[in-house]
Nanobody, 124 residues
């Protein structure tokens, strides 16, 4: 049984930083790509950032490029999202997800396991 547990969400002022963590268990974490998505009420879940199985390839959405960084520690079975220079439009529930293969991807359909989400609120 694969389990993904996010943590690190909370309330931050615009311009501030947060670091999200996602601890994985249940299968070989280092074999699969990981990603972060976010969602606000009334909108579809949107891609934020992804990293391949060994951390060597990663990319993010244009809206967060230069501000957010995804990374992973395979020894700890954990993926991170460092969020800097945050904006009110970054507010939402952030989900980590595990892909069906080792290479990175940005579509929700490519991810088979999801965490419960952690709420991030950025005040103006």
């Amino acid at each position: 049984q694969v389990q993904l547990v996010e943590s690190g969400g909370g309330l931050v002022q615009a311009g501030g930083s947060l670091r999200l963590s996602c601890a994985a268990s249940g299968r070989t974490f280092s074999a699969y790509a990981m990603a972060w998505f976010r969602q606000v009420p009334g909108k579809e879940r949107e891609f934020v950032a992804t990293v391949n199985w060994n951390g060597g390839i990663r990319y993010s959405a244009k809206s967060v490029e230069g501000r957010f960084t995804i990374s992973r520690d395979n020894a700890k079975n954990t993926v991170y999202l460092q969020m800097n220079s945050m904006k009110p439009e970054d507010t939402g529930v952030y989900y980590c997800a595990e892909r069906i293969q080792s290479t990175s991807g940005s579509s929700t359909e490519e991810y088979v396991y999801w965490g419960q989400g952690t709420l991030v609120t950025v005040s103006s």
